[in-house]
């Protein structure tokens, strides 16, 4: 099963992931796919707690923010929770200079790396809301983020805005 789940900054989108990808598991392995490349001590402190959020919980952690497909991947049986494709994006997209052609490439990367596991569970936030116009810079990240959920929503099984820690679902149903 593939879920998206987007919404808002601290929408609950993680900790619904989580006991998602647990419960899709059925005790079978199940990794946090963790994407933020941290820059600053707020960033570091945001890690950490993530990391406690989920101790015991049994996820095997695996950090890569670019380049999906470029490691080692989860067992074929794993349930994935990919936390985020906004971090994915930024790191894609202004990690190395401006790349425009990163939505495009890491939608791809998204889809493929889907399809590598027994279920996957993605997050995104969603930054298209507030009505505000940017520089064209960051309106061609909101564009490509925007264009990656398009894909995804078309691809996966399930997709839902989080709002409170409440799904509303758009497409598909979530596990019971």
């Known amino acids: 099963m593939r ?3 987007a919404g808002g900054s601290k929408s609950g989108k ?25 820059t600053d001590r707020e960033d570091d402190d945001r890690i950490e707690r993530h990391i406690a959020d989920r101790a015991g919980l049994g996820f095997v952690t695996v950090e890569r923010g670019r380049a999906l497909l470029s490691g080692e991947l989860p067992p074929d049986d794993a349930a ?10 930024a ?24 399809e ?3 279920d996957f569970v993605c997050v995104a936030d969603e930054v298209f809301r507030d009505g505000a116009v940017y520089d064209e810079t960051t309106e061609t990240y909101r564009r490509g983020l925007a264009a990656i959920l398009r894909g ?7 997709v839902a805005e989080v709002a409170c820690g409440i799904p509303k679902l758009y497409k598909g149903g979530l596990p019971e």
């Open 3 to 5: 879920i998206l789940l």
């Open 152 to 158: 995804l929503a078309e691809s996966f099984d399930t």
């Open 91 to 114: 790191n894609e997209m202004f990690g190395a200079g401006f790349d425009p052609d990163a939505p495009e490439r890491a939608l791809n990367e998204l889809l493929a790396l889907s």
């Open 14 to 38: 993680t900790s619904l992931a989580q006991d998602i990808a647990i419960k899709l598991s059925n005790g079978g392995p199940r990794y946090y796919w963790a994407t933020m490349e941290p």
């Open 80 to 89: 994935v929770l990919f936390d985020s494709v906004t971090a994915l994006l």
């Open 116 to 118: 590598k596991c027994a």
